[in-house]
């Protein structure tokens, strides 16, 4: 039960939420000289009243909690871990969430208190979607993150497709000044750059299943994400990932992996602010001539004047359409 302004237990610890481990969550206390050893990592329940922002989503990776230990322990993965409740969810400052899958209505947050969103794409194998892309662009947006884009598997392309590639991807370059960074984890191509720009900041990588997400954070925390007591307890590094793992980096700031997807719904997009999404759309729709135009079907209407003459991205307004059209039902 969700109860704010509940007063903190005596001896309660302030902590980082690092990933989930089935209904309990992998916590690193910020008062311990020990990093992410086992000897410091709490592994917490969350309290019966619990001080929070309610929701669907009490906890979440990235969380900053406040726990108390509860005395005992608790084996995972062949390691033995204090025990702790999480009494308080401190108010989150930036989030990344979806619509959660299944016939009810709400909201699934992925991860908290992060900086920006990696959207992670394969140049090949598998194929990337630009639609998935937009729906991330706008997460990010009503999340308060700064997204960018991650091009890995650039070893598999050369020549012709590299350059239809990098072209298709321009519109997020030029129109929309996104970075955009191609890389390979197996040639090790884009790495360097790429880490000097993560650091000192959390950052969440999000993206299809196959991408190569986990052989990314692999390269740029020097195998964290395989050893150590966080991969012991999760059991990550070989498989799949499951859930959101938080991760230091070498030099400063986090990442946290998360989950593939093959779609992503963005949770309380209103039909009436699509529009405000498309920031493409701005310098030409005072010029529609209806002040209430969609930008769909309606005569004299300058954005899709724009797409017809190649100054706005038809894959972008494709997006559009398509967002519309999955919220009108």
């Not at 989930?20 to 690193?28: E, M, R």
């Not at 699934?108 to 959207?119: E, H, K, T």
């Not at 662009?137 to 999340?143: F, H, R, T």
């Not at 750059?193 to 190569?212: K, R």
Request: glycine share 10%.
């Amino acid at each position: 039960m969700v109860k704010p302004g509940k007063v903190l237990p005596a001896g309660a610890r302030r902590g980082t939420v690092l990933t989930a481990l089935g209904p309990h969550w992998l916590v690193a206390p910020e008062d311990t000289d020990h990093g992410l050893e086992a000897a410091s990592l709490m592994v917490c329940s969350v309290s019966g009243t619990v001080d929070a922002q309610g929701g669907t989503t009490l906890v979440a990776v990235g969380d900053v909690v406040w726990f108390v230990s509860s005395g005992s322990a608790m084996e995972v993965g062949g390691q033995e871990y204090a025990e702790g409740t999480i009494e308080r969810v401190e108010t989150r400052r930036t989030l990344l969430s979806r619509k959660a899958a299944g016939r009810v209505l709400r909201e699934q947050v992925l991860a908290a208190n992060i900086d920006r969103l990696g959207i992670v794409i394969a140049a090949a194998n598998p194929d990337y979607h630009r639609g998935l892309i937009d729906r991330y662009l706008i997460a990010a947006d009503k999340g308060d993150l700064e997204p960018f884009i991650i091009v890995n598997k650039m070893d598999l392309v050369s020549g012709e497709l590299e350059t239809l590639i990098t072209e298709d991807l321009e519109v997020y370059t030029k129109a929309l000044r996104r970075k955009v960074f191609f890389v390979s984890t197996v040639s090790g191509f884009g790495i360097d750059l790429l880490t000097e720009f993560l650091n000192g900041a959390t950052t969440l990588l999000a993206g299809q299943s196959g991408v190569g997400k986990s052989s990314l954070i692999n390269l740029i925390t020097q195998n964290h994400l395989r050893v150590g007591s966080i991969s012991q307890a999760t059991g990550k590094g070989r498989h799949t990932t499951t859930s959101a793992l938080l991760v230091p980096l070498p030099r400063g700031g986090f990442v946290i992996d998360s989950p593939g997807t093959r779609e992503f719904s963005i949770w309380e997009l209103d039909l009436q602010e699509i529009m405000y999404y498309f920031e493409e759309f701005d310098d030409y729709s005072p010029n529609c001539k209806f002040s209430t135009c969609t930008h769909t079907h309606e005569p004299g209407c300058a954005v899709k004047e724009a797409v017809d003459n190649g100054a706005i991205n038809a894959g972008r307004y494709f997006s559009y359409l398509t967002l519309r059209a999955e919220i009108e039902g």
